[in-house]
């Protein structure tokens, strides 16, 4: 069946740094891919998404590029800030939304 | 910021007790989903509705009932509560257009059962 894979974290890096996250999927057919973000204490929100391969979705500096050849929908961001330590989640939806488990990740100032 | 409320936000009950959790949405979508949130699981998909009395089975729907008689409200019952049952749950909704439609969660309900 349909999964997605992502980096285990919890990620830390240094304010300024260069973000991957990784995400990796199987599927059948041919899925939208999203990635969400989670803040403490709050529900996820939709950060980016994808509709077909090559497309990039980008959003408040992150970008991500849907990858039919490799599976692959990583996460970018070329200087991360205090503020973006939060949980993020991968996701796929073909016939239903598939999330990965989730990367904590923690931004030191 | 989507129309979703849950509530109560924050419960503590017994085992064997019966909880119901409410979402409620002003956004008229047609989707509806209950999910949970454990620590190395991700979100689990429990239940979901596609219309006013219709629902469905997600991954871990065992010891859970939902119930949809209006479109904005989505309602999660745990019948008799256990301590595995102690989890954060979440409430999403989604509109039409497709399924590259994002959906659009609450904030979440802690629940600890004791």
């Known amino acids: 069946g349909d999964s997605v894979t992502q980096m285990e974290g919890p990620v830390t890096l240094s304010e300024e740094a260069f973000l991957t996250i990784n995400c990796t999927y199987t599927?059948?057919?041919?899925?939208?891919l999203f990635w969400y973000v989670q803040y403490p204490g709050e529900g996820l929100q939709l950060l980016l998404k994808a509709t077909k391969a090559d497309d990039k979705g980008s959003n408040k500096g992150f970008e991500a590029t849907y990858r039919k050849e490799t599976t692959s929908f990583h996460l970018e961001k070329g200087s991360v800030q205090v503020s973006d330590s939060a949980v993020y989640f991968c996701?796929?939806?073909?016939?239903?939304?598939?999330f990965g488990k989730g990367t904590r990740l923690h931004i030191l100032p | 910021d989507a129309g979703i409320t849950q509530s109560p936000r924050h419960k503590v009950t017994e085992t064997g007790t019966p909880v119901t959790l409410r979402c409620h949405q002003t956004e008229n979508h047609r989707y509806m989903y209950w999910y949970r949130q454990d620590p190395g699981h991700g979100l689990r998909l429990i239940h979901y509705?596609?219309?006013?009395?219709?629902?469905d089975k997600g991954e871990v729907s065992d010891g859970y009932s939902v119930s949809r008689s209006k479109t904005e409200d989505f309602l999660l019952t745990l019948e008799s509560a256990t301590s595995s049952q102690t989890s954060v749950y979440f409430c999403a909704i989604r509109g039409e257009g497709g399924d590259n439609q994002p959906q659009h969660f609450g904030d979440g309900t802690r629940l600890s059962i004791l």
């Open positions: 996701a796929l939806r073909d016939d239903k939304i598939i």
């Open positions: 509705s596609y219309g006013v009395k219709d629902t």
């Open positions: 599927a059948t057919g041919y899925p939208s």
